[in-house]
């Protein structure tokens, strides 16, 4: 027995490792957006700077790993079985919860996660204990008072953190303008003094300061003399920054840079035990076990030590650090999640990731009327003031950025000021709340949600925010479910569930590789939104409506084929994956038509207005290669689906070398297409002809052949067969429409 606990114990420290990997890749976001939004500087630059303040905070990290221990349950009254369970089914809930929020690129909180895993499996074994003997409460077996102050903790900082971000980044836009090189020459030490002073106490006094490498005697002097030190570490500091700005260093990146290391020290302080707390304390628990046992077995055996505070060693924490590193500089999730982020509080126009819903949509108009009410009674001549802080033309963006780096050092100082403000008044604020609610603030003061954006930036946020509302149902459900069946499954149970996460990662890592490769096609569409030079837009626009019509062409020969393979073969499976794949492919054209027309926009207008009938004519084309296939594929799936008479040979013979012709023409369109050279354009299009001309020969011969028919056995094929030649004259048309259309938009 006791190799099997040894076994869970193992199984739980590899999967700390990859719930250091999916946790870090979920708060990466927290303090890498602003600096990799802003574009500061490189990304490994940044990278290095973060992984820094992760070491620092790793090695650092004090007393935190006692939530996983008697944060949340009672252990006194918990058995070794009891503890051993619970821990188990929290990591195997924690790891396939973040992954699922990491894969579809949302952030969400390991806190609350951890917090509410572990109530939701110590509750249902409380519950069980409680049933089996009545004297026992819920007082005497979980600590419901650390929940409920994560949830009240929710609401207080996703308010203020928003609020605050508003009004902060308001005033310093009025201060600075966009254009805040030409504003900055005296206010900016005293902003660089407030960011410096602020990061210090956050670094220093309550980082470093509260460490148990600081000797106690210096951290009493700290805690007694921090009005003294901060006054001091204000003059210096706003000294040091007017040198800096006089030497021409641009203090608000030093600022930026500084803060991301503040934050990623604190996070590596703060939420490791997210991570590793459960897994420490699982071995823990077996050492105590297996030392004071004494033949007592694992059901009987109370886990009263770990009452005790943990002493956790550094060699664990430094590997901690080193883990989540790697992680920070590898995942590729992280950088989704990253970009969620950044794309919600970006400057810039470009394709919402979220749609329109009633909420925002009602949000939105309630807004623009109360904007409207206070401009009737406020001042023209102030009016027109603010406004011209607000010139968005001046704004000094670096290449690439998605905001300056005016709002990332406000969304890094105000964070770390709260994040502060919080832990001295013992608030279990969630860095992921606080950070992406500041950034959210901060971005709508600085009017980056104009009226053709404000819906879709708003559905965003308030999905995200109800991601984390869903973060603590699904994670107290599922593990309370989980919990439940380890219990009364015992080992076997147990062990079942061992491999069924290691089998959901391994899929899950599998279908988030396919995914990335289908987003390496936005790459193009970034580089437009980011870029301020007109005709490099429209070079990108090119380039991209090349790619987006030769990719539509590859797709409809290929469902073309599947659809008569189909047909020939009798196989539903192959004719309803078509139809879901032209389901999708309807949903990405719609998006790749808005983000053409958003880049559209950015090009010179003479441009625009002499193009824009062919870059419609373009669209609607491959938008008719849906219609057209959707109309070939109806009549086509019903009659395998009902297991009709199958297609003569005779149909098959005559119409596999018209399907030669539509291949090699089709095939054609898209060459000329995607290189974008059109020397057999006409070729092509006389070749089109030719091919419709013979369609229409065997569709007449079709018809008479069907008028003589004396079998009706065969009167359903036979339509179904007529069709398939009618649309397929159809897609002949769409390809020579597609095909002039690509022409006169790519060489006008």
């Not at 956790?312 to 995942?331: D, F, K, Q, R």
Request: aromatic share 10%; proline share 2%; charged share 20%.
């Amino acid at each position: 027995m006791e190799t099997i606990y040894l076994a869970i114990v193992v199984f739980l420290l590899c999967l700390a490792v990859f719930d250091l990997f999916v946790g870090v890749s979920n708060d990466a976001v927290n303090f890498l957006n602003s600096a990799v939004g802003a574009k500061v500087a490189k990304f490994r630059t940044v990278l290095i700077v973060a992984s820094a303040g992760v070491a620092i905070g790793a090695v650092m990290s004090s007393g935190m790993m006692d939530v996983a221990r008697h944060g949340i349950m009672q252990p006194a009254n918990f058995s070794f079985y009891d503890v051993m369970t619970i821990f188990l089914a929290v990591m195997v809930t924690d790891v396939i919860v973040l992954d699922m929020f990491n894969t579809l690129g949302m952030p969400t909180s390991t806190t609350v996660s951890l917090v509410f895993e572990l109530l939701g499996g110590t509750f249902v074994l409380a519950a069980i204990k409680i049933a089996a003997d009545p004297t026992l409460g819920f007082a005497d077996l979980l600590n419901t008072d650390k929940a409920l102050s994560v949830i009240v903790a929710i609401f207080v900082s996703v308010a203020i953190a928003f609020f605050f971000g508003m009004i902060v980044q308001w005033l310093s836009r009025i201060v600075f303008t966009f254009n805040y090189k030409k504003h900055s020459r005296y206010s900016i030490a005293l902003f660089g003094g407030i960011a410096f002073t602020a990061l210090s106490y956050f670094i220093f006094l309550k980082g470093l300061g509260k460490s148990r490498f600081i000797a106690e005697d210096v951290r009493t002097w700290i805690d007694s003399n921090i009005s003294l030190l901060l006054l001091y570490t204000f003059i210096g500091s706003t000294i040091m920054m007017q040198v800096l700005h006089m030497l021409r260093v641009n203090v608000f990146k030093f600022i930026v840079l500084m803060g991301t290391f503040a934050l990623a020290m604190a996070f590596a302080g703060n939420d490791l035990v997210n991570f590793i707390g459960v897994p420490l304390a699982g071995m823990d628990s077996f050492r105590d076990y297996m030392a004071n046992s004494n033949g007592i077995g694992a059901r009987d055996f109370m886990m009263t030590s770990l009452m005790e505070s943990a002493q956790t060693p550094s060699i664990y924490l430094l590997a901690a650090g080193v883990v989540m590193i790697a992680a920070m500089a590898t995942s590729k999730k992280a950088r989704n999640v990253i970009k969620t982020s950044v794309d919600l509080s970006r400057q810039d126009e470009g394709d919402e990731m979220f749609g329109s819903s009633r909420a925002a949509r009602s949000i939105v108009r309630v807004t623009q009327d109360g904007n409207g009410w206070v401009m009737q009674y406020m001042p023209k001549s102030i009016s027109r003031w603010i406004d011209s802080r607000f010139n968005k033309q001046e704004a000094e963006l670096n290449d690439g950025a998605a905001f300056d780096v005016v709002r990332a050092a406000i969304n890094l100082v105000l964070a770390s000021m709260l994040i502060t403000i919080g832990t001295n008044y013992k608030l279990p604020l969630s860095t992921t709340y606080v950070t992406f609610m500041v950034a959210m603030g901060s971005s709508l003061a600085d009017r980056a949600w104009s009226r053709e954006s404000a819906v879709f930036r708003v559905t965003g946020v308030i999905s995200v925010i109800g991601g984390w509302f869903i973060t603590a149902a699904v994670a107290f459900g599922a593990c309370a479910l989980v919990c439940l069946i380890m219990f009364y499954g015992g080992i076997l149970a147990k062990i079942l569930f061992m491999v069924l996460v290691v089998a959901l990662l391994i899929k899950s890592n599998r279908k988030y590789a396919n995914k990335e490769k289908e987003g390496e096609k936005e790459d193009v569409f970034r580089l437009m939104m980011r870029t301020r030079d007109p005709e490099i837009v429209l070079d990108l626009l090119m380039k991209h409506v090349s790619r987006t019509q030769s990719f539509m062409t590859r797709f409809a020969i290929d469902e073309f084929n599947n659809i008569i393979d189909g047909l020939e073969n009798e196989r539903t499976r192959t004719l309803r994956k078509v139809s879901n794949e032209l389901s999708k492919e309807k949903d990405m054209l719609k998006k790749f038509r808005r983000q053409e027309l958003l880049a559209l926009k950015r090009v010179p207008t003479e441009i625009a207005i002499e193009r824009n009938t062919w870059f419609h004519l373009g669209i609607n084309s491959s938008e008719q290669y849906i219609y057209c296939l959707r109309r070939i594929l109806e009549p086509i799936k019903e009659h395998v689906d009902n297991n009709f008479n199958p297609i003569p040979q005779v149909y098959i013979n005559e119409f596999r070398p018209l399907r030669a012709t539509i291949n090699d023409l089709m095939q054609q369109t898209e060459t000329q297409i995607s290189t974008c050279r059109f020397e057999h354009y006409r070729d092509t299009l006389a070749l089109a002809d030719k091919c419709k001309d013979e369609l229409s020969i065997v569709r007449k011969r079709h018809i008479d052949r069907i008028t003589e028919m004396k079998d009706n056995n065969l009167l359903q094929v036979s339509l179904v067969y007529l069709n398939l030649l009618q649309e397929s004259q159809q897609l002949l048309s769409n390809m020579r429409h597609q095909l002039r259309a690509a022409k006169k938009f790519m060489e006008n």
